[in-house]
């Protein structure tokens, strides 16, 4: 999270998050707290201007596939080890509850998911991961609270990012009777989501001038150097998106993040024939 006096910046996963702090730090008289982290009621309620960024969700998971491949991320560390000691210190002041995370932890599928993260081009590992990614089933595979959510059945793994970082109340998202279904976690969002201007990663440098320009001016030279400045943290990605693709696993990523789609308007790719 980058904070300044006029302005936040909310980091996504996978957004250009990375590169987009980087200018705001050599720009703006601020500091960065963390990285994928959201505000504190106190922050939300000041008078700065939030700012976060957004992706295709398509595009997302092959982004986020392909970071794993080359050995970073956090959801390829908690998909691809067992974190058994965290379950036994758990257990030492809740006996039942560590209990039941340390038989989770033992069966979860580790290797599956190390062998899945092998190479840039074999859309058929991206395919096999993105399924499981996908299915709710899985979710206490991956982390991050997303399996004690009620929207798990509902939701995609980015629409959770998106909930808990983006939208005030996230404890809300637990609310077992609270999420029946996607016009639920609409209203969730249309009343909780604190954020003033999102940067969309196709149009990076072209959003994150228009996003500055709310509150400060930007010369021309100031936006040459923005259009100019070097990416960072870019994930390796030797094919196009469409050709991770089959039609089911558009569809699927359509009916998972359908919060997302339909709020930022993305298209879906064309399916390799």
């Given at each position: 999270?980058?904070?300044?006096?006029?302005?936040?910046?909310?980091?996504?996963h996978?957004t250009?998050?990375t590169?987009?702090?980087a200018l705001?730090?050599?720009?703006v008289?601020?500091?960065?707290?963390?990285?994928?982290?959201a505000?504190?009621?106190g922050l939300?309620?000041?008078?700065?201007?939030?700012?976060?960024?957004?992706?295709?969700?398509w595009?997302?998971?092959?982004?986020?596939?392909?970071?794993?491949?080359?050995?970073?991320?956090?959801?390829r560390?908690?998909?691809?080890n067992?974190r058994i000691?965290?379950?036994?210190?758990?257990?030492?002041?809740?006996?039942?509850?560590?209990?039941?995370?340390?038989i989770?932890?033992?069966?979860?599928?580790?290797?599956?998911?190390?062998e899945?993260?092998?190479?840039?081009?074999?859309v058929?590992?991206f395919r096999?991961?993105l399924?499981?990614?996908l299915?709710p089933?899985?979710?206490?595979?991956?982390?991050?609270?997303?399996?004690?959510?009620?929207?798990?059945?509902i939701?995609?793994?980015?629409?959770?990012r998106?909930?808990?970082?983006?939208?005030?109340?996230?404890?809300?998202?637990?609310?077992?009777?609270?999420?029946?279904?996607?016009k639920?976690?609409?209203?969730?969002?249309i009343?909780?989501?604190?954020?003033?201007?999102?940067?969309?990663?196709?149009?990076?440098?072209?959003?994150?001038?228009?996003?500055l320009?709310?509150?400060?001016?930007?010369g021309?030279?100031?936006k040459?150097?923005i259009?100019?400045?070097?990416?960072?943290?870019?994930?390796r990605?030797?094919?196009?998106?469409?050709?991770y693709?089959?039609?089911?696993?558009i569809?699927?990523v359509g009916?998972?993040e359908?919060?997302?789609i339909?709020?930022?308007?993305?298209?879906?790719?064309?399916?390799?024939?």
């Amino acid at each position: 999270m980058f904070i300044s006096d006029d302005l936040v910046y909310i980091q996504m996963h996978k957004t250009g998050c990375t590169h987009i702090a980087a200018l705001l730090g050599k720009l703006v008289e601020g500091q960065l707290i963390g990285k994928h982290n959201a505000a504190s009621e106190g922050l939300i309620r000041s008078n700065r201007f939030f700012i976060s960024s957004i992706r295709n969700p398509w595009d997302w998971y092959v982004s986020l596939w392909t970071y794993g491949v080359g050995g970073n991320g956090a959801l390829r560390d908690n998909l691809t080890n067992r974190r058994i000691h965290d379950s036994i210190r758990l257990m030492r002041k809740y006996p039942r509850t560590g209990l039941k995370a340390a038989i989770r932890e033992i069966s979860k599928p580790t290797r599956q998911f190390r062998e899945l993260y092998d190479n840039e081009e074999n859309v058929l590992s991206f395919r096999k991961w993105l399924a499981l990614i996908l299915d709710p089933s899985c979710s206490r595979s991956l982390g991050e609270g997303y399996s004690d959510t009620a929207i798990k059945e509902i939701c995609g793994f980015m629409s959770y990012r998106y909930l808990y970082l983006c939208c005030q109340n996230p404890r809300q998202l637990r609310g077992r009777n609270q999420f029946a279904g996607i016009k639920d976690v609409r209203e969730f969002d249309i009343e909780n989501c604190y954020i003033n201007f999102f940067i969309r990663q196709e149009s990076l440098e072209k959003d994150f001038c228009k996003a500055l320009e709310k509150v400060m001016p930007l010369g021309e030279s100031t936006k040459n150097q923005i259009h100019s400045a070097r990416k960072v943290n870019q994930s390796r990605r030797p094919l196009p998106v469409s050709d991770y693709y089959t039609e089911d696993l558009i569809e699927l990523v359509g009916r998972r993040e359908k919060l997302l789609i339909d709020k930022f308007r993305y298209l879906p790719p064309e399916p390799i024939r």
